[in-house]
C-alpha cells in the first residue's frame, strides 16, 4: 500500500512539472507622440505674420519663442498681428484692441503686453494711460484709479506710489506751468514718464502731476 502511494505521488510531481505555465498581463496601450508644429514667424511691409505648414494663420493667438523669451501674439482676420504703430505711440505705446469680449494692448512688435501702459484704442485716438492683469486682460478697477490718481494738478505723491520705484530722474528748471515759479522733474519708469511739478520757496506744499505719458 505504501508503494502505490508513492507511485501515486511520483506521478503526480510529474504531470505538475509537465503542465505548461499561464501568465496573465495587463495590455499595454503605446501611444504615439505628438506632433510638434513649428510656428513661422515673418515680418512683411512692417506687419508681422505667423505660418504653419505654409498657412498663414487668422484670428488666433500664438505664443512664440524668440531667443530665450516666449511672445503672445494675436493674429487678425488678414493674418497680421495686432501692433502699435512705433511712428505714433514709440517702443512703449500701446494699440488697445478687444479680443473675444476682453481688451489687450499690444506693442509696436506685436507683442501683448502687461502693467502700466499708455495707448489708445486706434492709432490717431486720444492716449490714456491703462492696467493689463499678468495674463494680459484690460484690468478695469486698476486702470480708473492711475486715470484718477494721473490728473493734471493731483498730489503726484499717489500716482509716484502706484508707480513704484522709477528708473532715473532729470530736472529742468525752465518750467513753464504754473507761471513758471517752480521746477519740472520727469521720472522714468520702465514704460511709462510722470511729469510733476514742484513749486519755489514759500509757494512749496507738495508736488503736483503735469502729465503721465508713454516712454518714447
Avoid at 52 to 59: A, F, H, P, Q
Avoid at 67 to 74: F, L, P, Q
Avoid at 182 to 194: H, R
Wanted: charged share 25%.
Amino acid at each position: 500500500m505504501k508503494k502505490i502511494r508513492k507511485i501515486l505521488a511520483a506521478v503526480l510531481v510529474l504531470m505538475l512539472m509537465l503542465t505548461p505555465v499561464i501568465s496573465v498581463s495587463q495590455p499595454v496601450t503605446v501611444q504615439a507622440a505628438a506632433k510638434t508644429t513649428k510656428t513661422t514667424l515673418k515680418k512683411s511691409g512692417g506687419r508681422y505674420y505667423a505660418y504653419e505648414n505654409g498657412k498663414k494663420l487668422r484670428n488666433t493667438w500664438r505664443t512664440i519663442q524668440s531667443g530665450k523669451k516666449k511672445y503672445t501674439y494675436y493674429f487678425g482676420s488678414n493674418g497680421a498681428a495686432y501692433q502699435a504703430s512705433k511712428e505714433m505711440m514709440g517702443r512703449y505705446g500701446v494699440i488697445v484692441k478687444k479680443i473675444r469680449g476682453q481688451y489687450y494692448g499690444f506693442d509696436y512688435l506685436g507683442h501683448r503686453v502687461k502693467g502700466v501702459r499708455v495707448g489708445s484704442t486706434s492709432t490717431y485716438g486720444m492716449p490714456y494711460v491703462f492696467y493689463f492683469n499678468s495674463n494680459g486682460t484690460y484690468n478695469k478697477k486698476r486702470t480708473a484709479q492711475l486715470r484718477t490718481a494721473s490728473k493734471t494738478n493731483k498730489k503726484a505723491a499717489t500716482i509716484k506710489k502706484m508707480l513704484g520705484k522709477c528708473r532715473k530722474y532729470r530736472i529742468s528748471k525752465n518750467s513753464c506751468f504754473m507761471n513758471g515759479n517752480g521746477v519740472d522733474i520727469t521720472y522714468t519708469y520702465d514704460t511709462v514718464e510722470l511729469s510733476v511739478f514742484r513749486p519755489k520757496g514759500k509757494n512749496y506744499k507738495y508736488d503736483v502731476v503735469e502729465s503721465l505719458v508713454a516712454r518714447y
